[in-house]
Nanobody, 124 residues
Framework: QLQASGGGLVQPGGSLRLSCAAS????????IAWFRQAPGKEREWVGS????????KYAESVKDRFTISRDESENTEYLQMDSLKPEDTAVYYC???????????????????WGQGTQVTVSS
């Protein structure tokens, strides 16, 4: 089970850190992805970290502004979001692939276990 938290309201240029806490499994051995969904838009891949020590990958829209990290002692993954823009406003989700599938890492259909989502609003 995944639980996302840390969303909120922030001004443009500000920062937030989202958390994705895993329970019932060891996060290190699983691919964890972050997605976001704005109203009226499709769910968008933000970034992901492959299982067993893979390096994070990022969407071009967030590259150099967002950073994914893991704290194995806490069994938690973090999404540090800096230089936030109004277009980053969305519900953010973390997800993992419990049962293997052939879908691409950026495809939400690959993931069969999702956190509940946390709202991020970037506005002045």
């Amino acid at each position: 089970q995944l639980q996302a938290s840390g969303g909120g309201l922030v001004q443009p240029g500000g920062s937030l850190r989202l958390s994705c806490a895993a329970s019932g499994f060891t996060l290190y051995f699983y691919t964890i992805a972050w997605f976001r969904q704005a109203p009226g838009k499709e769910r968008e891949w933000v970034g992901s970290t492959r299982a067993s020590g893979g390096r994070p990958k990022y969407a071009e829209s967030v590259k150099d502004r967002f950073t994914i990290s893991r704290d194995e002692s806490e069994n938690t993954e973090y999404l540090q979001m800096d230089s936030l823009k109004p277009e980053d406003t969305a519900v953010y989700y973390c997800a993992t692939e419990v049962y293997y599938s052939d879908y691409d890492e950026m495809d939400p259909r690959k993931y069969d276990s999702w956190g509940q989502g946390t709202q991020v609003t970037v506005s002045s």
